[in-house]
């Protein structure tokens, strides 16, 4: 296709929190055009009504969830919606030659048992599923080139496989010594209604969730085991935060070479991320702050040695709702569609 030629996009749960990044980016990438706007609860309401400070710039009506009507205006399609309900509807939509972007975790793992079992939901939809490739360009941008359906990451493995890939990649660490703490925003919670996200239960307090089950571990897992070839388990903690954006995931493990230190192991990371230019490597003893970050495509990443431990430790800082979850979206369908891998993707953070 040629660069003068916008595509045409559709966007299902353009009500929520990732639907609401994607028509902002999208909005000012210079060659898409959005043309259908989907939703359920929503249907019927205008944009503007939804979002009144995109009503100078978006004149469009959420529309009914209609396979029809999607696949004769658009050309490729941006699914965020809850959990469960993608693997539904990409298959139609494949079917009938659109390009899918996933934002969900239902086109994110290759063994649908374990999808299955975390997310309590039957699949009947293996041969598409087989399909889907991964969508954390840093790891697999060759694979998005050509695929027509990608299961973009959630929001914790991005930041956490962004610290952890070189480590597990080169065989810097034992594996199975990595902990990931991670914290973030509660935007991560999505714009439905949760008690816990509430202001007044989340301002001023500060806890952990989800140990030791958190559904994001069996993806970490996933991509970590591609990346060394053998069966990965890691410790994972999320923990919530009262601030709106952003995630700063903390990455331990044990050194197989106490040896290493800082100096080494940037010069690696900057090797392995030379082609990816999201990734911010930063320079010795500067470690990553999410407000950097926010409103950015940008992954920061600190790194630290620690002769006492044999320990490395590796920082990571994202938006989740950007490199975590639409921006990295609109990176893929970039790659996918030949484009430069940044038109239309924030570098730079307002600050403060
Ligand atoms: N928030 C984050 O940081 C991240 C989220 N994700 C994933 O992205 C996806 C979207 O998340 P997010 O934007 O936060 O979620 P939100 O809760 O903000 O939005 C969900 C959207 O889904 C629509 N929806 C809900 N139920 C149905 C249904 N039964 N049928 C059709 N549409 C429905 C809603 O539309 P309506 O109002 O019209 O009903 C709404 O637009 C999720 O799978 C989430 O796990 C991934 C990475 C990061
Ligand atoms: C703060 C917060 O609640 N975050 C979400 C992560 C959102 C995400 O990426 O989830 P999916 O894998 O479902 O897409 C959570 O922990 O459930």
């Known amino acids: 296709m040629g660069e003068s030629e916008k595509i045409s996009v559709g966007i299902i749960g353009a009500s929520g929190y990732g639907g609401v990044q994607l028509v902002r980016l999208l909005q000012e990438h210079p060659l898409v055009e959005i043309v259908y706007l989907g939703g359920k609860g929503s249907a019927g309401l205008a944009y503007s009504e939804l979002y009144p400070h995109l009503g100078h710039a978006v004149d469009l009506t959420i529309e009914p969830i209609d396979v029809e009507a999607i696949t004769s205006r658009c050309q490729v399609v941006f699914l965020g919606l809850p959990n469960g309900l993608a693997c539904d509807l990409a298959p139609p939509l494949i079917e009938k030659g659109c390009k899918v972007l996933d934002l969900s975790a239902d086109y994110r793992f290759k063994n649908l048992e374990t999808y299955s079992n975390w997310y309590n939901k039957d699949r009947s939809d293996l041969e598409t599923a087989k399909t889907a490739v991964y969508g954390l360009p840093e790891l697999y941008r060759d694979e998005i080139k050509s695929a027509s359906l990608i299961g973009c990451p959630g929001c914790y493995p991005t930041a956490s496989l962004m610290a952890l890939s070189p480590l597990l990649k080169q065989g810097l660490i034992l594996p199975e010594t990595t902990i990931i703490d991670a914290k973030s925003g509660t935007s991560g919670g999505g714009r439905q209604a949760k008690t816990h996200l509430l202001l007044a239960e989340a301002e001023g307090s500060f806890g952990a969730y989800g140990v030791a089950k958190h559904r994001h571990t069996p993806e970490i897992e996933q991509i970590s085991s591609d990346l060394t070839g053998h069966e990965v388990r890691v410790q994972f903690t999320p923990h919530l935060l009262p601030m709106v954006r952003g995630i700063l995931a903390t990455v331990y493990a044990t050194l197989r070479d106490p040896g290493l230190v800082r100096e080494d192991l940037l010069t690696i990371y900057s090797a392995f991320y030379r082609s990816s230019p999201f990734v911010k490597i930063l320079s010795n003893g500067v470690y990553p702050q999410t407000k950097w970050a926010c ?58």
Do not use: H
């Open 295 to 352: 409103w950015t495509n940008l992954c920061y990443l600190g790194i630290e040695t620690d002769p006492r431990t044999d320990r490395v430790i590796v920082l990571s800082a994202i938006d989740n709702l950007i490199k975590g979850q639409a921006g990295q979206a609109v990176q893929c369908l970039n790659i996918m569609m030949g484009w430069e891998e940044t038109l239309g993707l924030p570098q730079l953070a307002f600050y403060p």
